[in-house]
């Protein structure tokens, strides 16, 4: 059994430690929490990357890989999330868990440490950010945003996103966008680090075998240096309630054999705040959010109108989001058939089937969520933005009481905001 144990240790920075012997590595993090904006997203996901080049104990990746093997071969990795409409910037890092060191070596400290010298002591030339170190993330970055097109199925679905928020921040890509990305300085950067430091939440995980007190100790000393700021940012996320009269229709033409039509939804406010929330899981899950659910069984297999065909909450913005795959001229049946399918769970149309095979798969997946720390560390950076606090166990416990009762009227709240259909550049509808 694991427990979790949640601690403030300074204004805005929190920790939230769970303690288990399950693993043979403790895996740890520290993230920046910040709002989505057009304007700093590009420079807010770079930081992270131009951190992890080096800091002034360890001033290359070089001598934090050695540093890395001396400490029995531990990882560390960047990731830039998007939850909601708070984007995160995270560090995370692996190593052997105390339980398993030759003579009981202690690692937890030292590896903590060099987390807290990555993020608060960066590798500096004349007061900034190298200017070597900044032009190859750079590079990376714009080539990894450039990239995004060429995964067409999460290309449409980041495109439906845009189109369907375009007026919202969640409607911001969490790597920002190439020119805001071309135009970042080593002076610029290091401005808005300096400022994501005193502003932004911080957010501290850990996952591992030592005990709750001698983790916050060793996150409070290795973190002590941040600025003290009572005033950080909290997490916030505008839950537009209502979808337009008429769905908006955006269509893009590239050079692609296989048409992708995505199709947004409004929840009418249901989130992962909301009581109505585990009904709505379980609604994703018929419709659209397993194999066995209806969108796979009847659009895909039975009617073969889609290559493939699932949907997904962003459960942080009250959206439920389709995703197919179609030939060109199949656009106009396989959108409605689509609808036709959401009609059928407002309608009540869920056998007893449907229903224990979505809760069984929902549940398995949260009880499993233990197998995997990297897993549990995302699903807590969740909470963490949400604001609330509520085990997975908690969850799957909610979902066992949910009725198809429920599930119908939550279903009845949906409301279609946007399509967005990528076809090729000789297709006719």
Known sequence: MSQVIQAQLFPGVNLTAVHTNKFKSSYFGVSLLTALDRDRAAENALVPWVLRRGCRTYPDLQAISTRLDELYG????????????SQCLCLNASFLDDAFTPGEEQLLEPAVSLLGDILLHPYTENGVFSKEYVAGEQTNLIDTIRAQVNDKRRYSMLRLGQ??????AFGISKLGDEESAAAITADSLWRRYQALLSTAQVELFYCGSAAPER?????KTAFAKLPVNPD??????????????EPNVVEEALDVTQGKLAMGFRTDGIGVWDEEYPALMLLNAVFGGTSMSKLFMNVREKLSLCYFASSALEKFKGLMMVS????????RQAKDEILAQLDACRRGEISDEELDGARRILSTALHTLTDSQRRLADYWLGQAVAGIDETPEQLAQRLEQVSKEQIVQVAGRMHLDTIFFLKGKEAQQ
């Open 163 to 168: 189109e369907m928020c375009r007026r919202e």
């Open 232 to 245: 950080r940012e909290q997490s916030e996320c505008e839950l537009r309630i209502t979808a337009p009269a």
């Open 324 to 331: 197919s795959g179609i030939e060109f001229e199949k656009f």
């Open 74 to 85: 531990g990882a560390l990795e960047v990731t830039i999330e998007k939850k909601g409409e």
């Open 215 to 219: 983790v916050q100790q060793a996150f």
